[in-house]
């Protein structure tokens, strides 16, 4: 059970840490650009970039912790078995 739940924590974790297509990334950066909009900067200002920046520094930070997380619970627990290897 503990083998399992690690697993699903490391899928997830893979997914949230960036091993995403060039679509999600394009997705997420008209997501961000939008933000921006939204937040009333004009695109093609310094302030603007300034935004996109910070929106970016987010999500990767974001990632990071997610992935700290889950690795600092993982190395708790038996280790994964793939293949029957260890």
């Not at 974001?62 to 619970?73: A, G, P, Y």
Request: net charge positive.
């Amino acid at each position: 059970m503990k083998r399992i739940s690690i697993f699903i924590l490391l899928a997830a974790g893979s997914i949230v840490s960036g091993f995403s297509s060039t679509e999600q990334t394009a997705e997420n950066m008209a997501a961000q650009r939008e933000r921006c909009r939204v937040f009333g900067y004009h695109e093609g200002s310094r302030d603007f970039a300034d935004c996109m920046m910070k929106l970016s520094m987010q999500q990767s930070d974001l990632r990071q912790q997610t992935f700290d997380t889950i690795w600092s619970s993982a190395g708790s627990h038996d280790p994964i078995i793939i293949n029957n290897r260890k």
